[in-house]
């Protein structure tokens, strides 16, 4: 399935998504979900592009099917489908799906991102995607904390997968004491490597730390999950973080920062669309990636300054692009 949310301000950009549902309809409400949450994340960023998601909804007895011996065939047809779109959307990865992947969809079509860099793309996007973490945690902590270094302060980290990882190395290069989670016990070794602390997911949802940064799945907080919060501030690469826009009051009631997902996790789209279709240099598209913590901490200087939700000063920007284009 593709979902094209928007083109107001240009094609559509989303990831492709491999994944088992138990019903075909839940792939559905991803897809529009998702594509939805683009559209906030492109406009946001800057880009002259619309939001869209493709999702292929595989069941538990054809995954291995699929995402093994008949892979390719998957891959072709996706290709075909996102060609037939006429330029409208363009893919790259998600869950499910990697460099290697769009190498192949790239066989069918050329809208499509992140290619291996030998093959002419931007490469895997975590690295960007971490980048543009690293840079709204210090707006975020800058405006919570003005003048304050990392290494005063402590971070517990939901997900220690391709961008998770990343930004915990960099925080324990800061200095930062770490509480760390992830589903996969195996990844308690980087914990270890780093001195931090090792916790459930849970547990660090209310873990005693200074900043929260949720780099795993979305939909973690929630009114229950926000009533026995352990920090101050949240800012993190998991997308869709809030499982309703109501937990962005809960959260502002209980005098919690949150940093929009949206502003927050869009260095992955940002670099790819500043090289594959500006032509930029690495370096060149890590400064516009870095640019996300300005976006953020002007978002929340809007916010406190009209006594409003990060999400809602967020939602103004994207409602006045998609207006006006500006």
């Known amino acids: 399935m593709i979902s094209i949310d928007s083109t107001r301000l240009g094609p559509a950009l989303g990831g492709c998504r491999i994944k088992a549902y138990s019903r075909w309809q839940d792939g559905l409400a991803d897809v529009l979900r998702l594509s939805a949450a683009m559209t906030e994340k492109a406009a946001l960023a800057g880009l002259e592009h619309g939001g869209g998601k493709a ?3 595989l069941t538990e007895g054809s995954s291995a099917d699929w995402t093994g011996a008949r892979r390719s065939e998957l891959l072709a047809d996706i290709g075909d489908l996102v ?9 790259g990865p998600d869950i499910g799906t990697g460099p290697a992947d769009m190498a192949e969809i790239h066989r069918r079509t050329r809208q499509v ?11 895997d996007s975590s690295g960007p995607t971490a980048i543009g973490v690293q840079s709204a945690i210090r707006a975020a902590v800058e405006h919570r904390w003005p003048g304050r270094e990392l290494s005063t302060l402590s971070f517990a ?18 200095g930062a004491r770490l509480t760390v989670s992830d589903v996969d016990p195996s990844l ?4 270890q490597q780093w001195g931090a602390q090792w ?3 849970e547990q660090a949802l209310t873990a005693d730390a200074d900043v929260l940064v949720p780099c795993a799945t979305g939909g973690i907080l ?11 501030v949240i800012v993190g690469a998991a997308n869709n973080q809030l499982d309703h826009p109501a937990t962005a009051e809960r959260l502002h009631e209980r005098g919690v920062l949150w940093a929009p997902d949206s502003v927050v996790s869009a260095g992955g789209i940002i670099a790819a669309v500043t090289r594959e279709l500006h032509g930029a240099t690495a370096a060149e598209a ?13 978002i929340l200087e809007d916010a406190r300054a009209r006594r409003i939700t990060p999400l809602a000063a967020a939602g103004g920007v994207v409602d006045l692009r998609l207006r006006t284009g500006r």
């Not at 980290?157 to 800061?174: M, N, Q, R």
């Not at 999950?225 to 101050?232: E, K, V």
């Open 55 to 57: 999702v292929v909804a």
């Open 83 to 91: 060609e037939d779109l006429d330029g409208r959307y363009w893919t």
């Open 113 to 123: 991102f992140c290619r291996p860099e030998s093959d002419g793309g931007s490469g």
């Open 157 to 174: 980290v939901i997900g220690l997968g391709h961008v998770g990882s990343l930004v915990g190395a960099w925080l324990t290069g800061e």
């Open 188 to 191: 308690k070794t980087l914990a």
């Open 199 to 201: 916790v459930t997911p």
């Open 222 to 232: 929630s009114a229950a999950s926000t009533a026995s919060l352990g920090c101050s």
């Open 286 to 298: 890590e400064q516009q990636v870095r640019g996300i913590g300005g976006r953020l901490a002007t």
